[in-house]
């Protein structure tokens, strides 16, 4: 029998706030109080001055296998993670071969079992990503697929949209995540079209391609009473539309990136493509859009779009680079620096951000719950006022293409604890 005793920290989950201990045992939450007796060798983590909260969930990372392994790996990508805090994820099917049937999303599962968080995955909407056949999302929803997309590209054809939205109705728990950019608006585009784009000559992507996009789908999803999914929302205009949707009982969630919460267009100023990203970073008034939007509950999830690229993919001219950046091991510290530290959200609104609502929006139940006896036990230990310096060079990932290589951050994970084990100690990979 393995014991593990959190010791001296503050709780926060969806339930409240506490002092408490936490006793796991055998891989699920046994006790939850003051002062709990330590069973003889169980593991003890001290969580003084810290807070205990349930495990985050990434509900969009990019761990790039199969296909480009080069840039991430499952095993990679999940220690990233874990470090960051999360103890579960949901990879986006954009991978090489797109996991677009039954026997690559297995063979992806079984290379996230013995991960050191739990790995999900994504199923295409289509076959190929190619916008034109359905997927067999049945077949996918039996290996306990429940978010579909396209993510990478936009599902651009009405009827092709229609139909999934529709058939996804009869899919218990499933949710029709879009990647939502007019793909005719974007075409040739780098960056956001306003002014820093007219200034760097750069052609842009304009907040249309969004915003039309969104606008489209709510309709279709409100007409076929299916769950509909706007996934890094970019703009102003597309959380207007979220908001209004929710407001007359549209089945819709959405989610923002720390970046999109973070930097603005006037970061490609320097031509540097690690700024680069899909979609692209946007215009002051799409930052304070969203932040608007995240603290009035318009936006469900925060979600990192993790997508790490080989250092040599981005060290060429910024119209030629890949767009993505690294983010699981920052998005914690980003969000508290951002959100917290401002003033503008109490630190319990961010872990909902981060843990319980978007674990609610891709059906994880074992994950986010309250943390009381009887739960799995997928918990992340935070000290939030840690300050530190990113390296992009120390960071987990294969990659190293973050923009936020050498900020200084504030909040960090002291430990994780998934399925009961304690995979990250101190800040340090357990294995």
């Not at 969009?60 to 990233?80: C, K, L, N, Y």
């Not at 249309?208 to 969104?214: D, K, Q």
Request: proline fraction near 7%; glycine fraction near 10%; charged fraction near 20%.
């Amino acid at each position: 029998m393995s014991a593990v005793i959190i010791r001296g920290g503050r709780v926060i989950d969806e339930r409240g706030e506490r002092a408490a201990d936490v006793l796991v045992r055998d891989g699920m939450i046994a006790e939850v109080g003051p002062k709990l007796d330590a069973p003889a060798g169980a593991t003890m983590l001290d969580a003084d001055g810290a807070v205990v909260a349930p495990g985050l969930v990434d509900i969009q990372v990019h761990f790039r296998e199969p296909g480009r392994e080069d840039s991430e790996t499952v095993d990679t990508g999940a220690r990233g993670a874990a470090l960051g805090g999360f103890t579960a994820v949901v990879c986006m099917p954009n991978t090489n071969p797109p996991l677009d049937d039954a026997a690559v999303v297995q063979a992806v599962l079984e290379r996230g079992r013995l991960a050191p968080c739990d790995v999900h995955v994504a199923g295409c909407i289509t076959r190929g990503r190619q916008g034109k056949e359905l997927a067999p999302l049945g077949e996918m929803h039996d290996l306990g697929v429940r978010v579909f997309t396209d993510d990478g590209d936009c599902v651009a054809d009405a009827a092709v949209m229609r139909r999934a939205l529709e058939y996804s109705t009869a899919l218990p728990g499933a949710v029709i995540a879009q990647h939502a950019e007019d793909p005719a608006l974007v075409a040739g585009g780098h960056m956001h079209e306003g002014e820093w784009s007219s200034r760097l000559g750069i052609p842009g992507r304009p907040a249309e391609a969004e915003i039309t996009i969104v606008a489209r789908d709510l309709v279709l999803a409100e007409r076929a009473g299916a769950r509909y999914h706007v996934l890094h929302m970019s703009t102003a205009g597309a959380a207007a539309l979220v908001r209004d949707a929710k407001a007359r009982g549209v089945r819709v969630t959405a989610e923002v990136s720390p970046q999109h919460l973070t930097l603005t267009d006037a970061a490609c100023a320097g031509f540097d493509p690690v700024f680069k990203m899909n979609p692209p970073l946007r215009a002051q008034s799409d930052v304070d859009a969203l932040t608007a939007a995240v603290v009035d509950g318009t936006i469900d999830a925060i979600a990192t779009d993790h997508a790490p690229h080989a250092p040599e993919t981005k060290a060429v001219p910024f119209e030629e680079a890949p767009p993505g950046m690294l983010g699981t091991e920052t998005a914690l510290a980003v969000a508290i620096t951002q959100l917290v530290e401002t003033g503008k959200l109490p630190l319990a609104s961010v872990l909902a951000l981060l843990s319980w609502q978007p674990a609610r929006v891709a059906g994880l139940a074992e994950h986010g719950g309250p943390i009381v006896a009887g739960r799995p036990a997928h918990l992340c230990v935070i000290d939030p006022s840690a300050t530190w310096i990113v390296d992009a060079q120390s960071l987990a990932s294969r990659s190293r293409n973050s923009p936020f290589d050498g900020w200084k951050l504030t909040g960090r994970v002291r430990h994780t604890i998934c399925r009961g084990e304690p995979v990250v100690i101190d800040g340090t990979m357990e294995r």
